[in-house]
């Protein structure tokens, strides 16, 4: 097989990229295997660092590893796509998914070669036919004292969850999606909601609800796998999704907008909690709001 590489033909980490790689072109049936990647192993002062730019194809939380189409690597090797350890946060490596567009840096240590300083930088979609137009309409969200409107959609587990079901315990709804790729938005929301979760499985009271703003990517299959990634308890948390009608016609109840930009939801952050009667007890809009409020105002709606 012949490459382009940039770099002097006795680096031997060349060899095992070589080796690692899923390229456009078949690797030639004598090519060694790669060497294995110790977590946690320290890197020598010797290893190289090169920038790296590409697309998301697979991911093997096993591992970890993620195969990437990436762009040619400035003074190492052309663009191509092959499978690269990841050596970072578990909870970063968690949220990645198919199709995320990412930047990271490749580090060649050696024989080893892994990759660290991962982030998202945005989604590349794979179009289907049940893309949806469906939006939330502005200035008809509900307020504080009002009560919440009925609906139904369904959870993680696939089936239908009416959000009348839950009067006699307070609810907190918020909205996310499970391909966000800005850190301070879905991400920061979700981490923020485990550890609500953690203290509502502790004290044997409330709902968490988290509504997805992209029904159409988002299917109760993508929900329940991406809801054990971050450890959410069906039997408290649960993930909603629904036709792309319904969920807009949710989303605007709680004055959430969202739409469509360049591969990802654009969408208001907001978070409500709902008294046991089915009315909301609080509001907060935006990414300024804490879990510990949170809690307190599910506890405060509890009691009454």
């Keep these: 097989m012949k490459r382009r590489v940039l770099v002097s033909a006795g680096l031997a980490a060349t060899v095992a990229l070589a080796a690692g790689c899923k390229s456009r072109r078949e690797l030639p049936a004598n090519a060694p295997s790669r060497p294995a990647i110790t977590p946690?192993?320290?890197?020598?002062?010797?290893?190289?660092?090169?920038?790296?730019?590409?697309?998301?194809?697979?991911?093997?939380f096993s591992k970890p590893a993620i195969t990437v189409a990436h762009e040619d690597i400035p003074g190492f090797m052309e663009g191509m796509?092959?499978?690269?350890?990841?050596?970072?946060?578990?909870k970063v490596v968690a949220l990645l998914r198919?199709?995320?567009?990412i930047e990271a840096r490749l580090v060649i240590d050696g024989k080893v070669f892994f990759l660290e300083n991962v982030l998202t930088k945005g989604f590349v979609p794979t179009p289907t036919a049940s893309s949806s137009s469906a939006r939330p309409e502005p200035n008809r969200g509900v307020g504080v004292g009002d009560l919440v409107p009925d609906f139904t959609l369904v959870d993680q587990t696939g089936k239908p969850v009416r959000f009348s079901q839950f009067r006699g315990e307070p609810v907190a709804v918020t909205f996310v999606y499970t391909r966000c790729p800005i850190a301070t938005a879905c991400p920061i929301t979700?981490?923020?909601?485990?550890?609500?979760?953690?203290?509502?499985?502790?004290?044997?009271?409330?709902?968490?609800?988290?509504?997805?703003?992209?029904?159409?990517?988002?299917t109760p299959a993508v929900l329940k796998d991406y809801a054990t990634r971050?450890?959410?308890?069906?039997?408290?948390?649960?993930?909603?999704?629904?036709?792309?009608?319904?969920?807009?016609?949710?989303?605007?109840?709680?004055?959430?907008?969202?739409?469509?930009?360049?591969?990802?939801?654009?969408?208001?952050?907001?978070?409500?909690?709902?008294?046991p009667d089915g009315r909301v007890a609080n509001l907060y809009y935006g990414e300024e709001w804490e879990p510990e409020s949170v809690l307190q105002d599910l506890e405060k709606a509890r009691k009454g």
Excluded: C, N
């Design 40 to 60: 946690g192993a320290p890197v020598s002062a010797s290893a190289k660092r090169y920038p790296l730019k590409g697309v998301i194809t697979a991911v093997d």
């Design 81 to 90: 796509t092959m499978e690269f350890p990841v050596r970072d946060d578990p």
């Design 98 to 101: 198919p199709g995320d567009r």
């Design 190 to 218: 979700v981490g923020k909601f485990s550890k609500i979760a953690a203290a509502l499985v502790k004290e044997k009271f409330g709902t968490l609800l988290a509504v997805t703003v992209d029904p159409a990517g988002d």
């Design 230 to 275: 971050v450890g959410a308890d069906p039997s408290r948390w649960k993930f909603l999704t629904g036709d792309p009608a319904a969920v807009a016609r949710v989303a605007e109840r709680f004055g959430v907008l969202y739409y469509p930009d360049h591969g990802q939801i654009v969408h208001s952050q907001a978070v409500a909690v709902v008294d």
